[in-house]
């Protein structure tokens, strides 16, 4: 066969650790080959090198069959190979043209330019208009804008990385189409995702990573999501299990909720109405940018409510800031979690102190308890297999998937009577995910009421024993998950209401 790409022996290390240790694969013209690791497995570094961000210790690759080493993502683009990343790179104020301008080495005329995207557009199944604000675009729109930009490009090399996160099915399915199109072009992609049912129905081939290394290869439609995930943890996965108990008396009540939007490209909520029970899950469905943000900032304290909108055990808590909901028992964990639940550059014991002052007592008579901020950093790492050298370490060091793990656990841990927690598993392993829905479903196990907002329709049919849907800030009835289809859930977050109504006449 012959190879577009071949690594050999890619070797990168960082103090402390071997992020990549003689790495080698190859990828074929038009094969969709998958990149599969846990949290920290190195797959970001490996494409850093691919893409020209960082330089590689030792090692060598070649494109095309000369040899290639991108100085810069300049240099790697001008070789063929463009890479879509995990967060988008685009400025809300500008137009969709404008944002592609910006990624072009040289862009041609505006008129041009918009000609161009709309003929790439419509040829990939990927509609775009030009002139659009992207502060204007759903998630998935801006997901094309960023593939758009790529294409432009004619790449002999695409690199995804979690490309669906933030899609609904039906969008999965039109940009699988888009893939499928480019690799019958000849186009090579080079695929990371944690979602493994994607993986064997999309890649042809896989290569996975564990501590730095290549363990295995394998063809995905021939493995089961269960035998690749197993391979990339090197242990049998566990399978997350729910307590079963009835649900007990309300602890959390909406009513009537509206709150304008935070930013000018925020979603305004409207009329959002939920009751949550002591020892239940509610999921929460939605494409990004539905409000998902504002809805939890509104149940944290981050932004107050109206009177009377938002209940606590019956009591009035909308006037209540996010310190004095958490003395009363209401956690909370945001999407973001580098900027928003973790502070960058503060060590994870710092970071502990932030949202667990107030119920593991880490201060008293206006000092922190460093000792006990300490001890309770180091409960969150070992309880959570946060890997991470110790509590002294940055937040930033740590994996996106690992400071998941810490956030999601620093919340769990204080033992709170209610928690809310927006994309819980976003960009997080296989195994590691299984351990957070377990830990989640653990505490509705002991009486805890939770509230599960996630763009991950299966992890909500997992772990959530109601189902709503929130669209353009309007929140859908809610419905027993069991017995829901994904198919009528896809509905549900694209027209939350139109959909409840026709249940309801059914």
């Known amino acids: 066969m012959t190879h577009l790409l071949s690594v050999e022996g890619l070797t990168k290390a960082y103090p402390g650790v071997v992020a990549n240790d003689g790495v080698s694969f190859s990828i074929a013209p038009g094969e ?90 419509h040829t990939y199944g990927l509609p775009l208009d030009p002139d659009r604000l992207v502060g204007e675009l759903s998630a998935g729109e801006r997901q094309r804008v960023e593939i758009i930009r790529c294409l432009l490009q004619d790449p002999k090399l695409l690199i995804m990385d979690e490309p669906t996160s933030v899609l609904t099915p039906q969008e999965v399915a039109i940009l699988f ?46 493995t089961t999501a269960r035998e690749m995930a197993e391979l990339m943890v090197g242990a049998t996965l566990m399978t997350p299990k729910a307590a079963g108990a009835a649900p007990g008396e309300v602890l959390l009540s909406v009513e009537g909720l509206t709150l304008g939007a935070a930013s000018m490209f925020g979603t305004r909520l409207q009329n959002v109405s939920l009751d949550l029970r002591a020892g239940e899950i509610l999921g929460i469905g939605g494409v990004a940018g539905n409000g998902q943000d504002e809805l939890l900032a509104a149940l944290s304290g981050e932004r107050r409510a109206p009177p009377g909108a938002v209940l606590f055990r019956g009591r009035p808590v909308g006037a209540l800031g996010p310190t004095e909901r958490r003395r009363l028992g209401i956690c909370s964990a945001p999407e973001e979690r580098l900027g928003h639940a973790a502070a ?69 841990l204080q033992a709170p ?79 939350a209401h139109d959909m409840e109504v026709a249940h309801a006449e059914a």
């Open 344 to 412: 960058p550059d503060m060590s994870l014991t710092e970071n502990a102190v932030l949202t667990g002052t107030v119920r593991k007592r880490l201060a008293g008579r206006g000092f922190v308890d460093w000792t006990a901020a300490r001890r309770f950093a180091e409960e969150v790492i070992a309880a959570f297999d946060v890997r991470t050298p110790g509590p002294a370490n940055a937040a930033r060091s740590l994996s996106g998937g690992n400071l998941q793990k810490f956030v999601i656990g620093r919340e769990v």
């Open 177 to 222: 189409e888009t893939l499928r199109k480019l690799s019958a072009e000849g186009t090579a992609i080079l695929y990371i995702s944690h979602k493994l049912e994607e993986i064997r129905t999309l890649c042809d081939a896989a290569t996975i990573l564990r501590g730095g290394k290549v363990v295995a290869t394998c063809i995905p439609r021939e």
């Open 32 to 121: 969709v080959h998958a990149l599969l690791g846990e949290n920290g497995a190195g797959k970001s570094t490996l494409v850093k090198m691919i893409y020209g961000l960082v330089k590689p210790d030792s090692g060598a690759m070649t494109l095309n069959g000369g040899a290639y080493a991108p100085a810069e993502p300049r240099a790697a683009r001008a070789a063929g190979v463009a890479m879509v990343f995990q967060h988008f790179s685009l400025f809300d104020a500008l137009s969709v043209a404008e944002n592609i301008a910006l990624g072009m080495e040289n862009p041609p005329r505006p008129s041009d330019l918009s000609a161009r995207i709309r003929e790439v557009s």
């Open 417 to 495: 009577d209610v928690l809310v927690v927006n994309q819980p598993t976003w960009g997080v392993d296989a195994a590691a995910a299984a351990a957070i829905r377990q830990a989640l479903m653990d505490l509705a196990g002991k009486g805890a009421g939770v509230i599960v907002i996630s763009q991950d329709l299966d992890e909500l049919m997992e772990v959530a024993d109601r189902f709503c849907a929130l669209n353009g800030g309007r929140l859908s009835a809610s419905r027993p998950t069991a017995g829901l289809t994904i198919e009528e859930i896809g509905l549900m977050l694209g027209g």
